[in-house]
């Protein structure tokens, strides 16, 4: 408000190097503070001025001039865009080669800042010819480079397959794949997170993931210290299983079903969902790997997350994961019912207090879980004490169940009775015609009609 930035910007070009490494470094921190600030900086025409002076001066000057753009790109697209068009992308992929470390840093930094808006701006980040040069950051010695060097290749992979493409025919994943026994947490961090950004695209750079020799390194991660490192491994694993039946088992034979179950039984909230999620990815592929996972004793941490977790999203995934579990055959159906999760699953689809938007999502997947086990549930124990709480839409699906099973099982039909399942049924109301009708008329027609009426 006091004009500041007008007073700054002649400093830039003073004959005093601190002078102008100062003033850079003060619109940095006005422009990092919010986007009207930094729409300031572009408005009062600040980058070009940086840009033309960066090649020539020292270390200093292209750290604080580096730490601008940053400062500047990161508030939005339009303001990275901004950057682009002034040409500072060329002079930032000219300080990746400069001899300073620090340099180096605050160049890869800017550059993710861009890269990481959208897939035009990383785009124009790969034609500046940025990536080979992030490769090779990421072998230097200093701990702090390869950090952001490997978040860059992360925020550039992350758009679209032929970007993720560019990053891995640079070589990036040998190199990346080597540091995931880093002792540095944060470094393990953007390396787990680089690699998930690459395989999530398609089979073949999931495969290229596989063939960098992951497994079972990875595995350790699930159990390190630190919360970040365990959700992007988790999250990593996933991004491998959800492509194909083979990448899966894969990952079942390394041992990743079991270290991803421990992983969710150890920890709580939003770390839980990667590792969620790929069980259900998993369990979906075939009946095999859906055993693979209950043989793992995968059913109960899920359960638990159902029970515990107090975020819709985590409990409707959990919801969503049974259901790919149990979906699959009788037996499937019955590892689920047995760990007494239908009662849960329906309380769920019946609570109406959750938060709107979610409470629709979350109802959703739970509804389609309930679904996927009732229609191959054949284990009737489990089954029967739905009959009192179920809603119309759900209830034909449980009647289903009995009126395939009563038939056949004489003993199941007499258990029936004692229990008051049978009474149930007939204080049902069908519509005429209607498909639980029918249902019930079948089991019905199991009696006689004495004891039916």
């Not at 808006?117 to 992030?134: I, T």
């Not at 919801?319 to 007494?340: D, K």
């Amino acid at each position: 408000n006091s004009g500041v930035m007008s007073l700054l910007r002649p400093l830039l070009l003073d004959v005093v190097p601190t002078i102008q490494q100062t003033a850079a470094l003060a619109l940095g921190r006005l422009a990092n503070y919010n986007d009207d600030l930094a729409e300031a900086v572009v408005k009062g025409d600040i980058l070009p001025q940086l840009v033309c002076s960066l090649s020539e001066q020292n270390r200093f000057y292209k750290k604080a001039a580096a730490f601008v753009l940053r400062a500047v790109g990161k508030h939005s697209p339009q303001l990275a865009q901004a950057i682009v068009q002034c040409g500072a992308l060329e002079m930032l992929v000219i300080c990746l080669e400069d001899f300073d470390p620090g340099v180096k840093e605050a160049a890869s930094w800017a550059l993710g800042y861009i890269a990481r808006h959208n897939s035009e701006l990383s785009q124009a980040v790969v034609d500046a010819g940025a990536v080979p040069l992030l490769v090779l950051c990421i072998q230097e010695p200093e701990i702090a480079l390869k950090r952001i060097a490997a978040s860059t290749l992360s925020d550039i992979s992350k758009h679209s397959p032929e970007l993720a493409q560019t990053v891995v025919d640079a070589g990036a994943i040998a190199h990346l794949a080597q540091m995931i026994l880093n002792p540095d947490a944060k470094l393990k961090r953007q390396v787990l997170s680089a690699l998930s950004q690459i395989a999530k695209h398609s089979v073949d750079l999931a495969e290229l993931v596989v063939e960098a020799e992951i497994f079972p390194v990875v595995l350790t991660c699930l159990k390190d210290s630190d919360e970040y490192v365990k959700k992007n491994g988790a999250t990593l694993i996933r991004e491998i299983a959800k492509h194909t039946p083979e990448l899966s088992q894969l990952i079942v034979n390394a041992g990743g079903v079991a270290a991803v179950i421990d992983c969710i039984g150890s920890c709580r909230g939003t770390v839980r969902l990667p590792g969620i999620m790929m069980l259900g990815y998993v369990a979906a592929h075939s009946e095999n790997l859906s055993m693979a996972v209950i043989v793992s004793k995968g059913i109960p941490p899920l359960c638990a997350c159902l029970i515990e977790e107090p975020e819709d999203h985590i409990k409707a995934a959990a919801a969503w994961a049974l259901g790919q579990v149990g979906r699959h055959t009788p037996e499937h159906a019955r590892a689920v019912a047995v760990a007494n999760v239908l009662p849960t699953l329906l309380a769920m689809y019946m609570d109406t207090h959750s938060s709107e938007d979610l409470q629709m999502k979350a109802s959703i997947f739970t509804k389609k879980a309930l679904k996927n086990i009732l229609q191959k549930c054949t284990y009737l124990p489990a089954l029967e004490p739905l009959l009192h709480d179920a809603p119309p839409n759900i209830m034909k699906h449980i009647v289903g169940q009995f009126s395939k099973v009563l038939p056949h099982d004489s003993k199941a039909r007499r258990l029936f009775v004692t229990t008051g399942g049978l009474k149930k049924v007939q204080e049902i109301k069908a519509e005429p015609g209607s498909l639980l009708q029918e249902y019930i008329n079948t089991i019905n027609n199991c009696y006689p009609e004495e004891i039916v009426r």
